[in-house]
């Protein structure tokens, strides 16, 4: 059994929030994969199911961002989980917007929901880096990940939950490398195809007339080349 865990705030005021996009993610996850309704439990909102062969938990801390971790921690202890079976879905000011990345354990970098994490099971934990880029300065972090995706972001944030949830199944087999390649396959712009050039070849030389025989005298020749 594996426990996945997306980091976000409760409530309708935050549910569009770059901050949520870890919610985001396992609410993609559930639709696509059938799981079982949410359920109210461990300070936070859980449903069960299954990617391939693996039992999964999917866990949305209802706690507050900062206390991410005590929800967390209360569902490993009931069902005896291993912190090293948690993968934690976040936001990633250091990635650009739709990029993701895959780490096993590190530190928090600062990120709220991590550092709670962090305090309540260590940091022997996978996490899902789901990119939204950085405002700039360090000043507008808190009002930029605490503000809403824009309409102009729709299409990018969409690739990436369904790269996200295509890739579940991977995920959960712990092969993080066929889960990057199913992200990639939603979020990276296709390739054109281009037809090929032929090959130039050169001209064909101009083929020179074969010389007829001449049966003239020489005398014959030395008088017409002066006609």
């Known amino acids: 059994m594996k426990l996945?865990?997306?980091l976000g705030n409760p409530g309708q005021k935050y549910a569009r929030n770059r901050h949520n996009i870890g919610f985001m993610a396992l609410d993609?996850?559930?639709?696509?994969?059938?799981?079982?309704?949410w359920k109210s439990k461990f300070q936070g909102d859980i449903t069960e199911g299954r990617l391939g062969s693996e039992k999964i938990l999917l866990l949305k801390?209802?706690?507050?961002?900062?206390?991410?971790?005590q929800s967390v921690g209360e569902a490993m202890r009931f069902y005896k989980l291993d912190s090293t079976d948690v993968t934690v879905f976040h936001d990633e000011l250091d990635l650009v917007p739709g990029k993701v990345r895959v780490k096993a354990?590190?530190?928090h970098a600062g990120h709220n929901g991590l550092r709670s994490i962090h305090e309540h099971i260590g940091a022997a934990y996978?996490?899902?880096r789901l990119g939204i880029g950085h405002p700039g300065r360090k000043e507008m972090v808190s009002p930029y990940v605490l503000s809403d995706f824009a309409k102009s972001e729709g299409d990018w944030l969409s690739k990436l939950l369904r790269g996200v949830s295509d890739g579940a199944n991977y995920l959960a087999q712990d092969e993080g490398?066929?889960?990057m390649n199913a992200v990639a396959l939603r979020t990276a712009p296709a390739r054109s195809s281009?037809?090929?050039t032929p090959a130039k070849t050169d001209p064909k030389p101009e083929a020179k007339?074969?010389?007829?025989n001449d049966d003239r005298s020489t005398m014959q020749k030395l008088l017409d080349k002066f006609k």
């Not at 993609?28 to 309704?37: E, N, S, T």
């Not at 706690?63 to 971790?69: H, Q, V, Y």
């Not at 007339?209 to 007829?212: A, S, V, Y």
């Open 28 to 37: 993609q996850i559930a639709d696509d994969h059938g799981f079982g309704p």
């Open 177 to 179: 490398g066929k889960f």
């Open 194 to 196: 281009k037809t090929a």
């Open 105 to 107: 354990g590190g530190g």
């Open 209 to 212: 007339p074969e010389p007829l």
């Open 61 to 69: 801390p209802q706690t507050f961002m900062n206390r991410s971790g």
């Open 126 to 128: 996978d996490r899902v």
């Open 4 to 6: 996945f865990v997306g």
